[in-house]
C-alpha cells in the first residue's frame, strides 16, 4: 500500500471553513478520518499562520493549495511568503476561466506564467493547473488542454488533471493521467454518477462509474506523489462523511 499520499481537498468542506473556530474543527474531522494531508483551498478570513498551526497540531502536512490566477500575477511573493511557512512546494490554480480563449489564449497563458514559474523555481516550488470541463473544448480541431500540454515546458507547467472534469469534458481521464507522466505531482481523485433522471453528479471515490484501476495504474506509471480527494458537491449527504467514504474505498484500492 502507498501510505500518507491521500489529501483531502478542503474545498469539500469549505463551507465550514469560512473562520478560525471553523477551520480547527475541520481540520481536527479529515485528521480524525485519517488523512495525514491537505489541500488549503476555499478558506475564509483565516491567517496563514493559523493555518500553519493548525495543520500542525493536527498532524497534517500542506501538500497544495489552490490560488487564483490573478494573485500569482499581482502578489507572488505573498505566495511564496505562505508557501515556505506551510513548507509547501506544489502551489496551484483551480483553472482559468475567461479571457484565455482558444490557441491564442494559450499563448497569453504561457507568457504570464514563465516569469512566475521561473520565479517558483528560484524557491523550490513549481506551478500546477488544475483543469475543469471547459479545457478539452475543441479550437480548430484541437483542444484548448491538448494545446496547453503540447506547448508549454514541463519545467514551467505541471498537470493537475481532475478525473471528474476531464470525463465530463467527454475525455479520458486515465489516457490523461498517462500523457501528462512526469509532470504532475498532484492528481484530483473525483468520481462520477448518473441518476435514474439523467443528473450527472460528483460521487464519492469508487461509488460512482469511473475506472478506478486504470486511473490509478496510469497514475502509478505517470509518478503521481499526492491523491487529492475532492468533491464539489456532497448533496444530501455530509461532506466529511463523504471525505470518510472516499478515503475508506482509496484504502482498499491501496492508498492511505
Same mark, same amino acid.
Given at each position: 500500500?502507498?501510505?500518507?499520499?491521500?489529501?483531502?481537498? =478542503? *474545498?469539500?468542506?469549505? $463551507?465550514?471553513?469560512?473562520?478560525?473556530?471553523?477551520?480547527?474543527?475541520?481540520?481536527?474531522?479529515?485528521?480524525?478520518?485519517?488523512?495525514?494531508?491537505?489541500?488549503? @483551498?476555499?478558506?475564509?478570513?483565516? @491567517? #496563514?499562520?493559523?493555518?500553519?498551526?493548525?495543520?500542525?497540531?493536527?498532524?497534517?502536512?500542506?501538500?497544495?493549495?489552490?490560488?487564483?490566477?490573478?494573485?500569482?500575477?499581482?502578489? =507572488?511573493?505573498?505566495?511564496?511568503?505562505?508557501?515556505?511557512?506551510?513548507?509547501?512546494?506544489?502551489?496551484?490554480?483551480?483553472?482559468?476561466?475567461?479571457?484565455?480563449?482558444?490557441?491564442?489564449?494559450?499563448?497569453?497563458? %504561457?507568457?504570464?506564467?514563465? #516569469?512566475?514559474?521561473?520565479?517558483?523555481?528560484?524557491?523550490?516550488?513549481?506551478?500546477?493547473?488544475?483543469?475543469?470541463?471547459? +479545457?478539452?473544448?475543441?479550437?480548430?480541431?484541437?483542444?484548448?488542454?491538448?494545446?496547453?500540454?503540447?506547448? @508549454?515546458?514541463?519545467?514551467? %507547467?505541471?498537470?493537475?488533471?481532475?478525473? *471528474?472534469?476531464? $470525463?465530463?469534458?467527454?475525455?479520458? #481521464?486515465? *489516457?490523461?493521467?498517462?500523457?501528462?507522466?512526469?509532470?504532475?505531482? %498532484? %492528481?484530483?481523485?473525483?468520481?462520477?454518477?448518473?441518476?435514474?433522471?439523467?443528473?450527472?453528479?460528483?460521487?464519492?471515490?469508487?461509488?460512482?462509474?469511473?475506472?478506478?484501476?486504470?486511473? =490509478?495504474?496510469?497514475?502509478?506509471?505517470?509518478?503521481?506523489?499526492? *491523491?487529492?480527494?475532492? $468533491?464539489?458537491?456532497?448533496? +444530501?449527504?455530509? #461532506?466529511?462523511?463523504?471525505?470518510?467514504?472516499?478515503?475508506?474505498?482509496?484504502?482498499?484500492?491501496? =492508498? @492511505?
Amino acid at each position: 500500500m502507498k501510505e500518507n499520499v491521500v489529501v483531502a481537498q =478542503l *474545498y469539500t468542506v469549505r $463551507q465550514f471553513c469560512q473562520d478560525l473556530e471553523g477551520v480547527k474543527k475541520s481540520l481536527a474531522k479529515v485528521a480524525e478520518i485519517g488523512y495525514t494531508a491537505v489541500q488549503v @483551498s476555499g478558506f475564509g478570513d483565516v @491567517s #496563514p499562520q493559523d493555518v500553519a498551526d493548525i495543520c500542525k497540531a493536527n498532524g497534517l502536512t500542506i501538500a497544495s493549495s489552490h490560488m487564483s490566477w490573478e494573485r500569482f500575477l499581482t502578489d =507572488l511573493d505573498g505566495i511564496i511568503e505562505e508557501h515556505q511557512l506551510w513548507d509547501c512546494k506544489h502551489p496551484a490554480i483551480g483553472g482559468i476561466f475567461r479571457g484565455y480563449e482558444g490557441a491564442d489564449g494559450v499563448h497569453k497563458f %504561457l507568457s504570464e506564467l514563465a #516569469p512566475v514559474a521561473e520565479r517558483l523555481a528560484e524557491v523550490g516550488m513549481d506551478f500546477s493547473y488544475h483543469n475543469h470541463n471547459h +479545457e478539452f473544448a475543441k479550437w480548430d480541431g484541437k483542444t484548448w488542454f491538448e494545446m496547453l500540454v503540447e506547448q @508549454s515546458d514541463p519545467a514551467h %507547467l505541471k498537470l493537475e488533471i481532475d478525473t *471528474y472534469w476531464v $470525463q465530463a469534458g467527454g475525455a479520458d #481521464p486515465a *489516457y490523461w493521467v498517462r500523457r501528462c507522466a512526469g509532470r504532475q505531482p %498532484l %492528481l484530483h481523485l473525483k468520481d462520477m454518477i448518473v441518476t435514474p433522471q439523467r443528473e450527472q453528479r460528483f460521487a464519492e471515490i469508487g461509488e460512482g462509474n469511473l475506472n478506478w484501476p486504470a486511473i =490509478l495504474e496510469a497514475a502509478e506509471e505517470a509518478g503521481v506523489e499526492w *491523491y487529492c480527494v475532492e $468533491q464539489d458537491q456532497s448533496y +444530501e449527504r455530509d #461532506p466529511f462523511e463523504s471525505l470518510a467514504i472516499s478515503y475508506r474505498n482509496l484504502n482498499e484500492m491501496g =492508498l @492511505s
